[in-house]
């Protein structure tokens, strides 16, 4: 953070902390306040300028809904003073440090003065505080500098070994302006053929750096303070922008020429006079011209060093006369102007009030509002009730006899509302049964689908030793003398295809009715479903009635639709059990033959031989 802010940031935390404000010692600027003790600062500071409100200063409440309520009524009071900027309840619940310091900023302002005297601890008044306050906020709008001229001070001598003059001059750089419609096209033929290029612009180059701060400073203080006047008073007008401006420029124009039109009148009074005055010294000089040259007597001499002497008395008196006419003449222009200032600022001053005492009234106007209309409307109830009081009989019998009516559509209402309910809860029901089917249906075939992954990876296990095995006879045979002849090999190999294909087709004959099986137990499956819900829905309708044997029939229904799912269980483990069966069987008869191939006795002899002879390398 700069100097600037923290300078602020501490004439803000000093005052709030005198105010009595729940704020720590080890916070040093705004930015390290939390929500909830800026929503309690600025409580703090609207219970200090109006004792009729009484917002919490203690503690935040905890519910959501209650502490919007309260921020809500807090930026309602904020803008009731007078406060020009953006506030909202977000705003004092949720971390915004640059608004957060100007309305904590503006608030302190508004303190009264025995307040701020009582914040400061009796070192700094009001006034020192709004100076200082007035003094920063003057600083933040000056242009930044950088930091290499600050320590030359922009061409003033200091203890650099040489002095350092920085001037800037105006540059003119592409832009569109304010006016709804701009040709483009020839700005941009302007800017491409007749503007110069910003670095030319300055008549020298040192001056281009400085020129383009300067520059850039400008426009951007100017486009601030027309955001920030437009956000405050121009989007109150109800006018675009253009129009604004435009007529912004108006009011400026007719303000000028009235001030100049009333300095022109309180001077037209010593033209005139200067006008004279011309003209007797023309008279003067024609007057001299002619008498230029000519001799004369003593006397004449003498009267006319006494007419040179009168004329220059003259004309002393007359300049003095002018001098004292254009004193006068301003004079008489400054009261007028100062007596118009302190009537604008007067009217400033009191339109001031009103929009701040406008603003006040506002939340009572339409409280106000509000109560009367809740008494209108109690009004009219009762001039109804009393209007009905004379014949108070006949409107009791009336007001039954409507009860009644009301209470006859009611029913009616009912009726076409169950005949409208009645369908849509068996279509509910009829999609819940499918639902539900389709759910098992799912759970049947991602198990099936596990299955098959379980049997693919047997398979796979299978085949690979089938491979190893193939490879090994490979082996064996490639090692075996050929004893046999190559029509010996060919007839076998085709009796071996001979039998691997009698085998595929058993094999897909076996699939095909394993599919068509499956299929049919499906459809069974499926009807058996629909069939156990249109069931069980008719005999739960029955058994809603009240009849207990539609209730047994309904629980039995349920126990046998149970029984029946055990029982397809029961029967889905115990084919997998006969196929395991079977596959290890199959294994065992595989692994017999293997062992009756091999000759056992020798190969344990060979391995008593192998351990004797390695026991003796042992040793």
């Not at 109006?50 to 807090?74: C, F, G, H, I």
């Not at 991602?446 to 690979?464: G, V």
């Not at 009796?495 to 095909?512: C, S």
Request: glycine share 4%.
């Amino acid at each position: 953070m700069d100097t600037k802010n923290s300078m602020v940031d501490s004439v803000i935390l000093t005052t709030l902390r005198g105010i009595s404000c729940p704020i720590d010692e080890d916070i040093k600027t705004v930015d390290d306040l939390s929500p909830k003790m800026i929503l309690l600062s600025v409580s703090r500071c609207l219970n200090l300028l109006d004792d009729s409100l009484n917002y919490p200063t203690e503690t935040v409440p905890r519910q959501m809904a209650s502490a919007v309520s309260l921020a809500t009524k807090v930026c309602a009071s904020i803008k009731g003073f007078g406060y020009r900027g953006q506030i909202g309840y977000h705003q004092l619940l949720y971390a915004s440090p640059v608004e957060n310091r100007k309305l904590l900023s503006w608030l302190i302002t508004q303190l009264p003065s025995n307040e701020s005297e009582e914040a400061l601890d009796g070192e700094s008044s009001l006034d020192l505080s709004k100076e200082i306050l007035h003094n920063v906020t003057n600083e933040l709008k000056k242009p930044w500098m950088l930091p290499t001229t600050t320590k030359y001070k922009l061409g003033v001598e200091s203890e650099a070994l040489h002095e350092t003059k920085f001037k800037a001059t105006f540059l003119q750089w592409p832009t569109c302006g304010t006016a709804p419609r701009v040709d483009f096209k020839v700005i941009e033929d302007y800017i491409r053929f007749y503007s110069k290029p910003i670095v030319s612009q300055p008549p020298t180059p040192t001056k281009l750096a400085a020129s383009l701060i300067e520059t850039s400073s400008i426009s951007s203080t100017a486009t601030a303070d027309w955001e920030s006047e437009w956000n405050s008073v121009g989007l109150e007008s109800g006018l675009n922008p253009f129009d604004y401006r435009k007529k912004k420029n108006e009011k400026i124009k007719g303000m000028t020429k009235g001030v100049f039109g009333s300095f022109s009148a309180s001077v037209s009074s010593f033209k005139v006079r200067h006008n004279l005055h011309r003209d007797y010294l023309a008279r003067e000089e024609m007057l001299k011209k002619r008498t230029a040259g000519k001799l004369g007597t003593r006397f004449t001499h003498q009267k006319m060093f006494s007419k040179e002497s009168d004329k220059k008395k003259n004309a002393e008196e007359l300049e003095k006369e002018k001098q004292e006419a254009r004193e006068m003449a301003l004079n008489q222009a400054d009261e007028k102007l100062n007596k118009r200032q302190a009537k604008v600022d007067q009217v400033l001053k009191q339109i001031a009030d009103m929009k701040t005492n406008i603003a006040q009234m506002e939340p009572q106007i339409s409280q106000e509002a509000e109560k009367t209309q809740k008494l209108k409307q109690t009004l009219l109830n009762l001039k109804k009730t009393n209007e009905l009081l004379p014949d108070a009989a006949a409107n009791i019998t009336k007001l039954q006899q409507i009860s009644e009516k009301n209470t006859q559509n009611l029913m009616e209402l009912a009726i076409e509302w169950e005949k409208f309910r009645a369908p849509l809860v068996a279509e509910l029901r009829s999609k819940s049964g499918d639902i539900e089917g389709k759910r098992k249906k799912t759970l049947q075939q991602t198990k099936e689908i596990r299955e098959m992954r379980r049997e693919i990876k047997e398979i796979q296990a299978e085949i690979d030793q089938q491979v190893e095995q193939a490879e090994k006879m490979s082996e064996v045979f490639g090692s075996m003398k050929t004893t046999h002849t190559r029509e010996f090999f060919t007839s076998h190999i085709d009796e071996i295809i001979r039998q691997v294909r009698k085998q595929q087709v058993d094999i897909d004959n076996i699939l095909g009715d394993t599919k068509a099986l499956k299929k049919e137990r499906n459809a069974t499956s499926e009807t058996l479903n629909r069939s156990f819900a249109v069931t069980s829905d008719l005999l739960f309708k029955d058994a809603k009635k009240g009849d207990m044997m539609a209730k047994k029939a309904f629980r039995i229904l349920v126990s046998l639709h149970k029984n029946y799912e055990r029982l397809g269980e029961i029967v889905e483990e115990t084919g997998t059990s006969s196929n395991s069966s079977s596959t290890l069987s199959n294994k065992t008869i595989v692994l017999e033959k293997k062992t009756k191939t091999m000759d056992l006795e020798g190969l344990e002899k060979d391995l008593a031989d192998i351990r004797a002879e390695n026991k003796r390398l042992q040793k």
